[in-house]
């Protein structure tokens, strides 16, 4: 099993600032990662997919980065529909394994 | 747009079993991987497993041996059912869509609790 470590869990920003939530991995895993954006009572909906492709639809102020075992989602120029729960999943192998979530609140 | 939709029962008892569908709308249900995820209060998202169009199966070996999936393309839906439940398996239960492996589109979740 493929363990995910994400931090930090809770995040305060204000909008119009840049954050960057990190994911490490207990083994490699390539690019195989996605990051997900969950708001309460929905379900996540797909961010990010092989590290760094934004999925169709996703504003440009997202980006991934990483390879290997770390990896990170970075947020610039926060608008206020950002600040939601965001979670990394690993699609390296099986089991699908996922981060414990990081929540960015407004400061 | 390809929606996903769970339904089942909101409430089940201990040691019984656990039975959810998902309905899949504006797309087939065929060349795709469909899964389960659950995400208990507080915690973080664990996957279940996943049920090929075909029917071949794939699952977290932690719970293997309590779940069973199937799909019916007739109908455009797939289920899971998991066994011998517990507290712990009191959860939001989401179905997805995988393609090439990546969860791209979600059903909006459903609560499952599990109480005797």
């Known amino acids: 099993v493929i363990w995910v470590t994400q931090s930090p869990s809770f995040l305060s920003a204000s909008t119009g600032d840049t954050v960057t939530i990190t994911c490490r991995m207990s083994?490699?895993?390539?690019?195989?990662l996605a990051w997900y954006q969950q708001k309460p009572g929905k379900a996540p909906d797909l961010l990010i997919y092989a590290a760094s492709t934004l999925q169709s639809g996703v504003p440009s102020r997202f980006s991934g980065s990483g390879s290997g075992t770390d990896f990170t989602l970075s947020i610039s120029r926060l608008q206020t529909e950002d600040f939601a729960t965001y979670y990394c999943?690993?699609?390296?192998?099986?089991?699908?394994?996922f981060g414990q979530g990081t929540k960015l609140e407004i400061k | 747009q390809v929606q996903l939709q769970e339904s089942g029962p909101g409430l089940v008892k201990t040691s019984e079993t656990l039975s959810l569908t998902c309905t899949v709308s504006g797309g087939s249900i065929s060349p795709y991987y469909w899964n389960w995820i659950r995400q208990p209060p507080g915690e973080r998202l664990e996957w279940i497993g996943y049920i090929f169009y075909s029917g071949s199966t794939k699952y977290n070996p932690s719970l293997d041996s309590r779940v069973t999936m199937s799909v019916d393309t007739s109908k455009n839906q797939f289920s899971l059912r998991l066994d011998s439940v517990t507290a712990a398996d009191t959860a939001v239960y989401y179905c997805?869509?995988?393609?090439?492996?990546?969860?791209?589109?979600w059903g909006q979740g459903t609560l499952v609790t599990v109480s005797s």
């Open positions: 999943q690993q699609y390296y192998n099986f089991p699908y394994t």
């Open positions: 997805a869509r995988a393609d090439y492996d990546v969860l791209d589109h």
């Open positions: 083994q490699g895993i390539s690019k195989y």
